[in-house]
C-alpha cells in the first residue's frame, strides 16, 4: 500500500513519449500503449525516486492560482492515490 511516503521510480524498458500535454507510454515487456493525460504525465514524468509527498506538492505548486484555491494537498493526494496505484500495479511505476 502506498502513503505520502512511497517513493516511486519509472520502471525501465518504457518507450516515454509527450504528444500535446498527454504521455505515450509503451511498455515493451507487456507491449501495452498507457495514455495518460497531463495530471498522470506529471506524476509518471516526476517519479524519479522522488516520495509521492514531494511529487503532489510539486503538482500543486505547478497549479494555477484559481486551482490552488479549490484543492488543498490532502484532497489531491486522495484523488490521485488510486492512479498512483494503478501505475504501480501495471508495472509503470515502481516503489523505491
Known amino acids: 500500500m502506498i502513503n505520502l511516503n512511497t517513493k516511486l521510480k519509472q520502471t525501465e524498458d518504457l518507450v516515454i513519449d509527450e504528444i500535446d500535454n498527454e504521455f505515450v507510454v509503451f511498455d515493451n ?3 501495452d500503449t498507457h495514455i495518460l493525460n497531463d495530471i498522470g504525465g506529471f506524476i509518471f ?9 514531494d511529487i503532489l506538492s510539486n503538482l500543486y505548486q505547478s497549479l ?4 490552488q484555491k479549490n484543492f488543498i494537498k490532502e ?3 486522495s484523488e490521485c492515490c488510486p492512479f498512483i ?3 504501480v500495479n501495471k508495472n509503470l511505476l ?3
Do not use: A, C, P
Open 85 to 87: 496505484q494503478e501505475l
Open 29 to 31: 515487456t507487456t507491449e
Open 64 to 67: 494555477d492560482e484559481e486551482s
Open 75 to 77: 484532497k489531491i493526494f
Open 94 to 96: 515502481h516503489i523505491v
Open 45 to 53: 514524468k516526476n517519479s524519479n525516486g522522488s516520495s509521492i509527498d
